[in-house]
């Protein structure tokens, strides 16, 4: 690769910081020198984020909400919402992805696709994971009376503390 010209130049009292354009698709390398003048280049690319930028952007511009009514439910600040938007988190987490996916209506594999967690491949082997029926557990079993109430008073004990976690709002 090579530099082209740089884009954008900063100077303040403590760094100077040139951003360039590499040859390639969306690739940025930043280069600073630190008051001791020893320099470092970090090269990080940005086309993922993008997309997924304008995804998270378009979808809650469509459910025609606010970046707090997506946040809130996902369990992000509305400051840190407005920074995917803008593409400027660096890689965000899929434990965020799934809860903003959820919170703005939107597939998770092609968020985490976006955030380039997962290829084409992988996203297709996985929505093939999803829509292949799985075969119940207990299919085929020979179960005797008495292990079929056990199995029924464990789904009770299961559903009850369900309720119990809803209604304590966990």
């Given at each position: 690769?090579?530099?082209?010209?740089?884009?954008?130049?900063?100077?303040?009292?403590?760094?100077?910081?040139?951003?360039?354009?590499?040859?390639?698709?969306?690739?940025?390398?930043?280069?600073?020198?630190?008051?001791?003048?020893?320099?470092?280049?970090?090269?990080?690319?940005?086309?993922?984020?993008?997309?997924?930028?304008?995804?998270?952007?378009?979808?809650?511009?469509?459910?025609?909400?606010?970046?707090?009514?997506?946040?809130?439910?996902?369990?992000?600040?509305?400051?840190?919402?407005?920074?995917?938007?803008?593409?400027?988190?660096?890689?965000?987490?899929?434990?965020?992805?799934?809860?903003?996916?959820?919170?703005?209506?939107?597939?998770?594999?092609?968020?985490?696709?976006?955030?380039?967690?997962?290829?084409?491949?992988?996203?297709?082997?996985?929505?093939?994971?999803?829509?292949?029926?799985?075969?119940?557990?207990?299919?085929?079993?020979?179960?005797?009376?008495e292990e079929w109430r056990a199995v029924g008073a464990f789904i009770k004990v299961l559903k009850g503390k369900r309720t119990e976690r809803s209604e304590s709002g966990a």
């Amino acid at each position: 690769m090579r530099l082209a010209s740089p884009t954008r130049h900063l100077q303040d009292s403590s760094r100077f910081v040139s951003s360039n354009r590499l040859d390639g698709p969306e690739l940025y390398a930043r280069t600073a020198h630190t008051i001791v003048d020893t320099p470092y280049t970090i090269v990080y690319g940005r086309p993922m984020l993008t997309k997924l930028a304008a995804e998270l952007r378009k979808a809650r511009e469509q459910l025609g909400v606010s970046l707090q009514a997506i946040a809130n439910p996902a369990k992000i600040s509305v400051a840190y919402l407005q920074k995917l938007e803008r593409g400027l988190v660096g890689s965000p987490s899929p434990h965020v992805l799934r809860r903003v996916a959820s919170s703005a209506g939107l597939p998770y594999l092609r968020l985490m696709e976006l955030a380039g967690y997962l290829d084409k491949d992988e996203v297709a082997a996985a929505r093939e994971r999803e829509t292949t029926p799985r075969p119940h557990p207990l299919a085929g079993q020979k179960l005797s009376q008495e292990e079929w109430r056990a199995v029924g008073a464990f789904i009770k004990v299961l559903k009850g503390k369900r309720t119990e976690r809803s209604e304590s709002g966990a």
